[in-house]
């Protein structure tokens, strides 16, 4: 069974920080790309970084970009994200999807994803 669990979500004030956990199971993690996206009350969910679990390389969207680091641990099968200087537009629920690296790949957009999370809360209080 393929299972994506977030964790790692909560409440911070603008300026700190959070990591987020996404433990996989149940697919050859080295084949897959694992992104992160979220989605903000009354909003579209969207893309903000993936990497590719082989090769480590790293892709963000520009909002992130400087203060969110996207790693792997390929041993343990889990992708973290690293959020520093957290604001209020960066209060979501973020997901972890993964998704089966082919012609598509570096990707955010979610419909070329296989699998998804259920979702962590990220509230950044001003």
């Known amino acids: 069974e393929v299972q994506l669990v977030e964790s790692g979500g909560g409440l911070v004030q603008a300026g700190g920080s959070l990591r987020l956990s996404c433990a996989a199971s149940?697919?050859?993690?080295?084949?897959?790309?694992i992104g992160w996206f979220r989605q903000a009350p009354g909003k579209e969910r969207e893309g903000v970084s993936c990497?590719?679990?082989?090769?480590?390389?790293?892709y963000y969207v520009d909002s992130v970009k400087g203060r969110f680091t996207i790693s792997s641990d390929n041993a343990k099968k889990t992708v973290y994200l690293q959020m520093n200087s957290l604001k209020p537009d960066d209060t979501a629920v973020y997901y972890c999807?993964?998704?089966?690296?082919?012609?598509?790949?570096?990707?955010?957009?979610?419909?070329?994803?296989?699998?998804w999370g259920q979702g962590t809360q990220v509230t950044v209080s001003s």
């Open positions: 149940g697919f050859s993690f080295d084949d897959y790309g």
């Open positions: 990497i590719g679990s082989s090769d480590g390389r790293a």
């Open positions: 999807a993964a998704i089966r690296r082919g012609s598509s790949w570096p990707t955010l957009l979610e419909h070329e994803y296989d699998y």
